[in-house]
């Protein structure tokens, strides 16, 4: 039970709010100069105590989004590809329905009715069902079990069955296939390996040479790797290394005299230490990239017409973006610019196209043309997309009566027989 003591200084009398913690260490929620400002601090400090203690109802009053993020999710023990999942889950699924729910107002029948919502939304029933059974479940039952909660809301509620595929099985012929299409000889081996041991995918990428005792053919599967965004990394890589493979249990058994033999034959050929991964690329082997020549590819519209890759044709209709098709495209339109033929009116213009940027312009398809100059100079410089029209003017219009007058007055009026005088042209 807190308290307020009253203590004595030498410039004053001075208020001291004390309060007992969980532990029932008396702690103190800070000095003041008058009473009735410490009695509300201590009372402060004994409610926050008491949101954390189990069976207060208090707790309950929590978001649902601040009871995840802040207490059920950072302290959830669970593998980080699992947390990595469970994040995306929670983002695209369940934080937007029960986010700002508070968690009492959550019950068995808002959960049937956010299980309604995700199929309008078209998610799929195994999302659903992941959501539910995996996510769902345990963050209730934590609450239950903390004393957050007094009842399990999503507990009995039902979701719709997710059918399970048979796996189909390849044929030996397609085997060969896909056999003979492999790069080298290295993934050769792999393949061949994991047929022959059914390692998973995180095991066998991480069998190293110590793993295999060459003697007596016997594999130990003590590690397995996953890739992660770094930001579920602990430390912010791509790939981590767990000391355990699926199961959390190490497993050993014999591999045949001919794998064990190509294994051994690959580990003495690439002079490979003990701690070496038996499948990785080496650093001095470059990737094995074929190059085209731009000017053999085709693309096919639906209708059936064939259009050349690196032509004005193909980029304009949408159907590469590449960028020897936007050169292509960029220098067509400044050669109409400079002519004087661009349409003004056509949406596609280059400063209008979001494809192409005037950087990029310069750098692929040489120095932008200059528009021809406003005003002096040749005649043609007086045409423009849009001519002013006279008088529009304020200082004009106040004026031109009297400009008018002048002007009949000076100028001789042309005969019948007179020519008129050359229009300007446009430029070609």
Same mark, same amino acid.
């Given at each position: 039970?807190?308290?307020?003591?009253?203590?004595?200084?030498?410039?004053?009398?001075?208020?001291?709010?004390?309060?007992?913690?969980?532990?029932?260490?008396?702690? !103190?929620?800070?000095?003041?100069?008058?009473?009735?400002?410490?009695?509300p601090?201590?009372?402060?400090?004994?409610?926050?105590?008491?949101?954390?203690?189990?069976?207060?109802?208090?707790?309950?009053?929590?978001?649902?989004?601040?009871?995840?993020?802040?207490?059920?999710?950072?302290?959830?023990?669970?593998?980080?590809?699992?947390?990595?999942?469970?994040?995306?889950?929670?983002?695209?699924?369940?934080?937007?329905?029960?986010?700002?729910?508070?968690?009492?107002?959550?019950?068995?029948?808002?959960?049937?009715e956010?299980?309604?919502?995700?199929?309008?939304?078209?998610?799929?029933?195994?999302?659903?069902?992941?959501?539910k059974?995996?996510?769902?479940?345990?963050?209730?039952?934590?609450?239950?079990?903390?004393?957050?909660?007094?009842?399990?809301?999503?507990?009995?509620?039902?979701?719709?069955?997710?059918?399970?595929?048979?796996?189909?099985?390849?044929?030996?012929?397609?085997?060969?296939?896909?056999?003979?299409?492999?790069?080298?000889?290295?993934?050769?081996l792999?393949?061949?390996?994991?047929?022959?041991?059914?390692?998973?995918?995180?095991?066998?990428t991480?069998?190293?040479?110590?793993?295999?005792?060459?003697?007596?053919?016997?594999?130990?599967?003590?590690?397995?790797?996953?890739?992660?965004?770094?930001?579920?990394?602990?430390?912010?890589?791509?790939?981590?290394?767990?000391?355990?493979?699926?199961?959390?249990?190490?497993?050993?058994?014999?591999?045949?005299?001919?794998?064990?033999?190509?294994?051994?034959?690959?580990?003495?050929?690439?002079?490979?230490?003990?701690?070496?991964?038996?499948?990785?690329?080496?650093?001095?082997?470059?990737?094995?990239?074929?190059?085209?020549?731009?000017?053999?590819?085709?693309?096919?519209?639906?209708?059936?017409?064939?259009?050349?890759?690196?032509?004005?044709?193909?980029?304009?209709?949408?159907?590469?973006?590449?960028?020897?098709?936007?050169?292509?495209?960029?220098?067509?339109?400044a050669?109409?610019?400079?002519?004087?033929?661009?349409?003004?009116?056509?949406?596609?213009?280059?400063?209008?196209?979001?494809?192409?940027?005037?950087n990029?312009?310069?750098?692929t398809?040489? !120095?932008?043309?200059?528009?021809?100059?406003?005003?002096?100079?040749?005649?043609?410089?007086?045409?423009?997309?849009?001519?002013?029209?006279?008088?529009?003017?304020?200082?004009?219009?106040t004026?031109?009566?009297?400009?008018?007058?002048?002007?009949?007055?000076?100028s001789?009026?042309?005969s019948?027989?007179?020519?008129?005088?050359?229009?300007?042209?446009?430029p070609?």
């Open positions: 039970m807190g308290f307020t003591r009253k203590r004595k200084w030498p410039n004053g009398t001075r208020y001291q709010a004390l309060y007992d913690d969980a532990r029932g260490v008396r702690q !103190t929620a800070g000095t003041f100069g008058a009473r009735k400002e410490a009695d601090a201590w009372q402060r400090a004994e409610s926050r105590i008491a949101e954390g203690k189990a069976g207060d109802p208090r707790r309950a009053r929590q978001t649902f989004r601040t009871y995840v993020e802040e207490r059920w999710f950072p302290n959830h023990r669970i593998e980080a590809s699992t947390r990595q999942d469970y994040a995306y889950a929670l983002a695209a699924h369940v934080m937007p329905y029960f986010g700002d729910m508070k968690l009492q107002d959550i019950t068995s029948e808002t959960v049937r956010w299980i309604t919502h995700l199929k309008k939304q078209g998610a799929s029933a195994y999302s659903i069902k992941y959501c059974t995996a996510i769902l479940n345990a963050i209730f039952t934590t609450a239950v079990n903390d004393g957050v909660l007094v009842y399990h809301p999503s507990r009995g509620v039902k979701t719709d069955p997710v059918p399970e595929k048979p796996r189909q099985i390849i044929t030996a012929e397609q085997f060969a296939r896909i056999y003979e299409a492999l790069p080298d000889a290295t993934a050769k792999l393949v061949e390996t994991d047929i022959e041991s059914g390692l998973r995918w995180g095991e066998l991480e069998l190293r040479v110590k793993d295999l005792d060459f003697a007596t053919g016997i594999l130990t599967v003590s590690r397995s790797v996953v890739e992660l965004v770094p930001r579920f990394h602990p430390e912010g890589r791509r790939f981590l290394v767990k000391d355990y493979p699926k199961g959390k249990r190490w497993r050993r058994f014999k591999l045949s005299p001919q794998i064990v033999a190509k294994l051994k034959a690959h580990a003495e050929a690439n002079n490979l230490t003990p701690d070496d991964l038996f499948f990785s690329r080496r650093r001095d082997e470059p990737p094995k990239l074929e190059l085209l020549d731009p000017d053999t590819l085709t693309f096919t519209a639906p209708n059936g017409r064939t259009y050349t890759h690196g032509t004005i044709t193909a980029y304009s209709l949408g159907k590469c973006k590449c960028h020897h098709c936007r050169a292509a495209y960029a220098a067509y339109r050669k109409r610019r400079a002519q004087g033929k661009d349409n003004p009116r056509n949406p596609r213009v280059i400063d209008d196209d979001p494809h192409i940027s005037a990029w312009f310069r750098s398809a040489g !120095t932008r043309p200059e528009p021809p100059p406003t005003s002096g100079g040749h005649p043609a410089s007086t045409t423009s997309a849009t001519p002013t029209p006279p008088g529009s003017s304020p200082a004009a219009r004026s031109r009566s009297s400009r008018s007058a002048s002007a009949t007055a000076r001789p009026q042309p019948a027989t007179s020519t008129p005088s050359p229009q300007p042209t446009k070609l």
